[in-house]
């Protein structure tokens, strides 16, 4: 199964596993969390394992959808897929067995580009030698904050195609971070009712180490109540720059 994204950079999401822990600040006001705990009350099937109070919630306890995936096997039109938009692939209670499944599945669709996006960079780094890494398979962490910029070194030593960063929620200035090896970055402000406010300064600042470094730069939102409150307009412009190839 899939479902259309309204995520600006991806075009569907696949959530081969659902549910997470909060691990770090840009966890806090987690949109998956909250999204969890209304399927769960829906009914929702997928969505019925509650996670650990202290880090997670309602329905969102990891769980492992063996029937979710071989899905894209029997996807004919090229996508762009955004992978578990619901929970984190390197999340220590998903098997490695399974992470290594899903690879396989990437590795079998060549004509879908996918996304992974992971906070547990460590494991990542630890699993990447025993999983294949096709060219359409985009690997990437999320940077909101230079407490965890530990999280780009152990991307760079990844073997993916594109390695990417996504900066949202963006909730501090990112001087100074090395941008080598990577091939694209997502920033965003935080949206929802809590919505910790980003400073224009910050996403400037990324934007111009973007373009010092000739990196593809993709600003998604200022965020606020909702995440089209303050639009998405930088200097003037939007920006939508994606990787080549």
């Given at each position: 199964?899939s479902?259309?994204?309204r995520?600006e950079?991806?075009?569907?999401?696949?959530?081969?596993?659902?549910?997470?822990?909060?691990?770090?600040?840009?966890?806090?006001?987690c949109?998956?969390?909250?999204?969890?705990?209304?399927?769960?009350?829906?009914?929702?099937?997928?969505y019925?394992?509650?996670?650990?109070?202290?880090?997670?919630?309602?329905?969102?306890?990891?769980?492992?959808?063996?029937?979710?995936?071989?899905?894209?096997?029997?996807?004919?039109?090229?996508?762009?897929?955004?992978?578990?938009?619901?929970?984190?692939?390197?999340?220590?209670?998903?098997?490695?067995?399974?992470?290594?499944?899903?690879?396989?599945?990437m590795?079998?669709?060549?004509?879908?580009?996918?996304?992974?996006?992971?906070?547990?960079?460590?494991?990542?780094?630890?699993?990447?030698?025993?999983?294949?890494?096709?060219?359409?398979?985009?690997?990437?962490?999320s940077?909101?904050?230079?407490?965890?910029?530990?999280?780009?070194?152990?991307?760079?030593?990844?073997?993916?195609?594109?390695?990417?960063?996504?900066?949202?929620?963006?909730?501090?200035?990112?001087?100074?971070?090395?941008?080598?090896?990577?091939?694209?970055?997502?920033?965003?402000?935080?949206?929802?009712?809590?919505?910790?406010?980003?400073?224009?300064?910050?996403?400037?600042?990324?934007?111009?180490?973007?373009?010092?470094e000739?990196?593809?730069?993709?600003?998604k939102?200022?965020?606020?109540?909702?995440?089209?409150?303050?639009?998405?307009?930088?200097?003037?412009?939007?920006?939508?720059?994606m990787?080549?190839?």
């Amino acid at each position: 199964m899939s479902s259309r994204s309204r995520i600006e950079w991806t075009e569907t999401t696949w959530n081969p596993t659902t549910g997470c822990d909060r691990i770090s600040a840009g966890c806090d006001n987690c949109y998956a969390l909250a999204l969890a705990r209304r399927l769960k009350a829906m009914g929702s099937a997928k969505y019925q394992t509650d996670g650990d109070p202290r880090t997670s919630g309602p329905g969102f306890g990891v769980t492992v959808h063996d029937d979710v995936v071989t899905a894209p096997l029997r996807w004919r039109a090229p996508r762009v897929v955004f992978v578990n938009s619901m929970s984190d692939l390197f999340h220590a209670r998903v098997p490695a067995e399974f992470v290594a499944r899903v690879f396989e599945v990437m590795a079998a669709t060549p004509q879908h580009t996918y996304q992974v996006l992971t906070k547990r960079a460590t494991r990542l780094r630890r699993l990447a030698p025993d999983l294949p890494w096709p060219a359409n398979v985009w690997m990437g962490v999320s940077v909101e904050g230079l407490d965890v910029a530990d999280r780009v070194e152990e991307l760079r030593r990844v073997p993916a195609a594109v390695r990417f960063l996504s900066c949202e929620p963006l909730l501090g200035p990112l001087d100074g971070l090395d941008l080598s090896g990577i091939g694209w970055v997502i920033a965003g402000g935080e949206s929802g009712p809590a919505a910790r406010p980003v400073d224009p300064v910050w996403v400037a600042q990324l934007r111009d180490a973007c373009q010092t470094e000739d990196v593809p730069f993709f600003f998604k939102q200022w965020g606020g109540r909702t995440p089209k409150a303050r639009g998405r307009v930088l200097d003037g412009r939007t920006w939508d720059e994606m990787p080549v190839g």
